[in-house]
């Protein structure tokens, strides 16, 4: 706070100044500034440059859902097993995360319908430790695909995450089949399992839920991939690709199915759902 | 000549010694033999106060020492009329990843796992146990032809991890690990997965999703390897110690954690210094944890597969 501010604020019949430090937006890609409303407005993608910036889970769910969506709600998981500590401890950092992002941990679930068709959406919150997937995670996304099953339609979930959360060494390596077997009994159960890939999916969450939906879409522009870019340049010794990684490329190579601009991908999903929920049998 | 690990020094000298007497003694007339079996004691003595508290960082220097038993020397001792199976159907034949078929102490078995190689050119070939998609796809079609004739499948872990290249990632190393660890928990015959050396990461779950989880005593099994841990979260690899502290990456902390199921021991001072004995003990126990699942039908071996790791947390 600068001197000026400190006396202004200090002095008691003065009008506090309404005007929030984050009124522009600064678009990462291109450096666009656009007021936040408006990049709010135009689903917090870059209107200059298309740039699909991160979103956390309160901003999808109202994107991607009809009014009227319920959140559910966050299973409690075991905190800290390891007592773990780098520079910081690790409680230390969930407590943080706790208080930015006002989350519980890393995935939200909800449930409502999209343009009338019922789903349960996961979405990961980059946000919170770089959406880690974690206990916390593992077990967020079994309630998701345990209350699909429950309500008879299918599990959309949007990833965005840096990896497995090392502060819980090898039980963060354990949500990897934990995920899986969750979404085995979806897909016993006969529905379908979608996933959204958004910037950026990587590490061990890419290698375990992220790349087993039975459709597979990806939000342009964004990282995707299993090793860490900097960990292949130190392995091959030279530059990656141009595009390398990215949605498009992975489009390319055969990895997803579609790449959707933010603005389509509300009547994309409510389409895909239509089509892949079960029939009712005739009774 | 065995390879010493650093913290191996005192041990190694007292070893020379030893060696260094009994030549001298089997040369000469001098009768020493009772100072050279107190010497002797004494470098066993202090081999085994060693081993018996190596911290995490060295265990992972154990779990990665040259000397270990790999793949190979296990298929040789441990199974008979060993049939390799190659190639992924679509790519190629990843030598990172190795299986087939064979026989267990009479049981038939199907048997997948990572090779590292021992020598520079065979470590190269193998590309050092990682593995690129092909491997982990052709791990899936191992699974799937044992799960179809009934076959258990054992499967040994050694690897770094995955390998991290501009190919491996364009073929969809993701997808490929994901699809091998939903093929593990898919089976209908059981799964053993042991750990035998490094369990590097997604690299490592994708052939360790398993019914059991044994881990031989001085192996690794981490999310991350300590040096990786280190870079990010202290930002410098020197802290692989710390990181190797704080992950828990030894036997005995994944065993009370859950993760694991069983440790096999190993002999004095490591698998590397008495490999057929190792071999042996660790044969014997995939052999009992398989007869675990006689009587068991396919249903119900799935299951316990499914719920042991929805339970984990």
């Keep these: 706070m600068s001197w000026l501010n400190r006396v202004r604020q200090s002095i008691p019949f003065l009008p506090k100044r309404e005007t929030p430090d984050n009124l522009w937006h600064k678009c990462r890609e291109c450096g666009t500034m656009v007021f936040t409303k408006e990049y709010q407005e135009n689903l917090s993608v870059c ?69 009338g068709e019922r789903a349960v959406i996961g979405v990961q919150d980059f946000a919170f430790m770089g959406g880690s997937m974690g206990m916390g995670v593992g077990a967020a996304f079994v309630t998701g695909a345990r209350a699909a099953i429950e309500a008879r339609c299918p599990y959309i979930i949007f990833t965005a995450a840096g990896g497995a959360r090392m502060q819980e060494g090898i039980l963060s390596l354990m949500q990897m089949p934990k995920t899986t077997v969750a979404i085995a009994e979806l897909k016993e159960a006969g529905l379908p399992y979608i996933v959204v890939l958004t910037d950026p999916t990587t590490g061990g969450v890419t290698a375990s839920y992220a790349m087993l939906g039975d459709v597979q879409i990806s939000e342009p522009g964004a990282l995707i991939g299993f090793a860490g870019q900097r960990v292949i340049e130190s392995t091959i010794r030279e530059k990656l690709p141009e595009g390398f990684q990215r949605a498009e490329y992975l489009l390319d190579h055969g990895m997803v199915d579609m790449v959707v601009h933010r603005k389509d991908l509300r009547e994309r999903l409510a389409k895909l759902v239509a089509y892949l929920t079960p029939q009712k049998a005739a009774a | ?108 078995v199907m048997v997948i796992g990572h090779e590292k190689g021992d020598d520079t050119a065979s470590r190269i070939k193998h590309n050092f146990g990682m593995a690129k998609p092909e491997g982990y796809r052709k791990a899936i079609r191992l699974m799937q032809l044992a799960d179809r004739f009934g076959i258990p499948v054992v499967t ?148 316990e597969r499914r719920q042991k790791f929805l339970s984990i947390a």
């Design chain 1, 47 to 115: 209107p200059k440059c298309d740039h699909h910036g991160r979103i956390g889970p309160r901003a999808r769910f109202e994107q991607i859902f009809d009014p009227g969506y319920s959140t559910l709600p966050q299973p409690q998981v075991r905190e800290d097993p390891l007592k773990f500590r780098d520079s910081k401890k690790y409680t230390d950092r969930i407590k943080a995360a706790r208080q930015s992002t006002g989350e519980q941990d890393a995935l939200i679930n909800a449930s409502g319908t999209i343009e």
């Design chain 2, 1 to 108: 000549m065995a390879t010493y690990l650093d913290f191996e020094k005192p041990i190694a000298e007292l070893e020379a010694r030893v060696a260094e007497l009994r030549d001298t003694a089997a040369a000469g007339s001098l009768n020493i033999d009772a100072e050279v079996d107190k010497l002797e004691a004494k470098a066993e003595k202090l081999l085994r106060d060693t081993y018996g508290k190596l911290t995490p960082w060295q265990k992972t220097q154990v779990a990665r020492h040259p000397e270990r038993p790999h793949f190979k020397d296990y298929i040789a001792a441990l199974i008979n009329d060993f049939v390799p199976l190659a190639g992924d159907r679509a790519f190629a034949d990843d030598q990172a990843i190795i299986g087939g078929l064979g026989t267990l102490s009479g049981r038939k």
């Design chain 2, 156 to 303: 040994l872990v050694d690897t770094p991890g995955a390998f991290p290249g501009v190919q491996a990632e364009e073929r969809g190393q993701a997808e490929a690990i994901a699809r091998s660890t939903e093929e593990c928990l898919a089976l209908s015959v059981p799964i053993v997965a042991v750990i035998v050396g490094e369990g590097g990461s997604g690299g490592a779950i994708a052939l360790a999703a398993a019914n059991r989880v044994l881990m031989l005593e001085h192996s690794v099994y981490a999310v991350i390897s300590p040096e990786g841990c280190a870079s990010i979260l202290w930002r410098t690899a020197e802290k692989a110690a710390d990181a190797a502290e704080a992950m828990r990456v030894t036997a005995d902390h994944l065993k009370e954690l859950g993760v694991i199921d069983r440790i096999v021991a190993e002999p004095v001072g490591g698998a590397h210094r008495q490999r057929e004995a190792a071999i042996a003990t660790l044969g014997a126990a995939i052999g009992e944890e398989l007869d675990r699942y006689a009587g068991m039908t396919g249903a119900q071996i799935r299951s």
